[in-house]
């Protein structure tokens, strides 16, 4: 009786065993492709939403800032003409149409003829001022009242022709007393005529000779 040992299985079997390995391969190959698909639709879209732009923008930002300029300043406002030795015309303070004149041998306030004034140290203090017009003739006070005359030389004149500035007064505006009479100070009076008075005073400002 002759025995069958049973052989190795039909080949069938072995060719059989390869299939999950392929579908492995292929779920591996399809895995990476997609993995690659979805990489490219995701820069795809960051790209079309302005992501790629963002070093461009910085640098038209960066030139638009390089390109403003500020704005020009307004132009300062001119100083206030102070009274220092030169060439002045002298007003009331506010009315820059009136200005001290001679009227003879009178000093009087008017807004026409202006007297073109030298203002120089003062004759007898030189932390004064003393005001002379074109012929050579000095502001002084004589009797209260102040008119244009000639040097005599004289202590009297020099100190009668002396003028200090007010302290205190603000920025522009110029208080004149008298040197020899310091309780009373250079006065406009309401028929323009100019005296020394006791009383406050009459506030004056300086203009430059047109």
Not at 12 to 23: E, F, M, N, W
Request: proline share 7%; charged share 20%.
């Amino acid at each position: 009786m002759n025995d069958h040992v049973p052989g190795p299985g039909p080949a069938g079997t072995v060719y059989g065993s390869s299939r999950p390995d392929r579908l492995s391969r292929a779920l591996t190959i399809g895995v990476g492709a997609g993995a690659v698909a979805v990489l490219v639709l995701g820069y795809a879209a960051w790209t079309s939403t302005g992501g790629g732009d963002e070093k461009p923008a910085a640098a038209a930002t960066s030139a638009t800032a390089t390109a403003t300029t500020p704005a020009a300043e307004s132009p300062s406002p001119a100083a206030t003409p102070e009274l220092a030795a030169g060439a002045w015309l002298l007003s009331p303070l506010g009315d820059e149409d009136t200005y001290l004149t001679a009227n003879g041998e009178y000093a009087k306030m008017s807004p026409a003829d202006p007297a073109t004034l030298t203002v120089s140290a003062g004759l007898a203090d030189d932390t004064c001022f003393s005001f002379r017009l074109e012929d050579g003739r000095y502001l002084r006070h004589f009797d209260y009242r102040l008119r244009f005359d000639a040097s005599d030389d004289s202590e009297l004149f020099r100190n009668d022709a002396t003028f200090c500035r007010e302290a205190g007064t603000d920025p522009g505006a110029v208080r004149l007393r008298s040197k020899n009479y310091p309780e009373f100070l250079l006065h406009r009076r309401d028929d323009d005529s100019l005296y020394i008075d006791k009383e406050s005073g009459t506030s004056f400002m300086v203009q430059v000779p047109s």
